[in-house]
């Protein structure tokens, strides 16, 4: 596709679970971020990746977080043994190059609710 | 301190009439930028416009510009016309120079149009 695909758009795990979002970027993008959004808020900084390097994790809430994209292209967050406070959108985004002028593309994010 | 403060939660404007969304930021950096999204209800990020620091010009890109004070640092975004489809969260976000390149974003205001 043309835009940044995310999925599940919905996930409903029971705490305790571990849960898996995928994000496609846009084809030949450099630069990964994942943000978290909490419910009436404004995305918070999660993790950045250019190409297969994670470069910032420092918006990582816990070290129940765990994000990878091993061939630079492909992105797997990952959440292990989930709790309430993880219901949120996990929004990915991507850009040809970091820095600048450099606009992020969004995907439509994929809502966790954690019960 | 918060770096992106939008003060306003909600507006509301008559279709075609103008409006104003307030943004103010707070950084140390004297080079960084400047951005404005849209979210609509299905929840995708949509990039409007760009203001550089070094930008001697107010950014325009059709119905929207960006009232740059950067003494005040404030970067207000304007909508003109407004049309039924501009109802949506408006987020404001910052890119620092020594950010690696992450957005920091505002909570965000919701804007109604009225017809």
């Known amino acids: 596709g043309a835009g940044v695909s995310q999925s599940p758009r919905y996930k409903v795990a029971k705490r305790g679970q571990d849960v898996a979002l995928r994000c496609d970027p846009i084809?030949?993008?450099?630069?990964l971020f994942w943000y978290q959004q909490a419910l009436g808020q404004g995305p918070e900084f999660l993790t950045y990746f250019q190409n297969e390097a994670q470069l910032d994790k420092s918006g990582l809430p816990s070290d129940r977080f765990f994000a990878e994209r091993p061939e630079g292209s492909v992105s797997t967050l990952k959440i292990q043994r989930t709790q309430q406070e993880d219901s949120a959108v996990y929004l990915c985004a991507s850009s040809l190059e970091p820095g600048g002028r450099g606009e992020l593309f969004f995907g439509e994010g994929s809502r966790l609710t954690v019960l | 301190a918060q770096k992106i403060t939008q003060t306003q939660p909600g507006m509301f404007v008559q279709e075609k009439e103008a409006v104003t969304l307030d943004c103010t930021y707070d950084?140390?950096?004297?080079?960084?930028?400047l951005f404005w999204y849209k979210q609509p209800s299905s929840g995708e990020m949509i990039f409007l416009i760009y203001q550089g620091s070094y930008d001697e010009q107010n950014a325009t890109e059709g119905r929207y510009s960006l009232n740059f004070q950067k003494a005040r640092k404030s970067a207000n975004l304007v909508i003109s016309a407004s049309q039924l489809g501009d109802s949506a969260m408006y987020f404001c976000a910052m890119r620092e120079r020594g950010s690696n390149y992450k957005l920091t974003f505002g909570k965000g205001t919701l804007l109604t149009v009225n017809p």
């Open positions: 950084t140390s950096d004297q080079s960084y930028g």
């Open positions: 084809s030949g993008h450099v630069s």
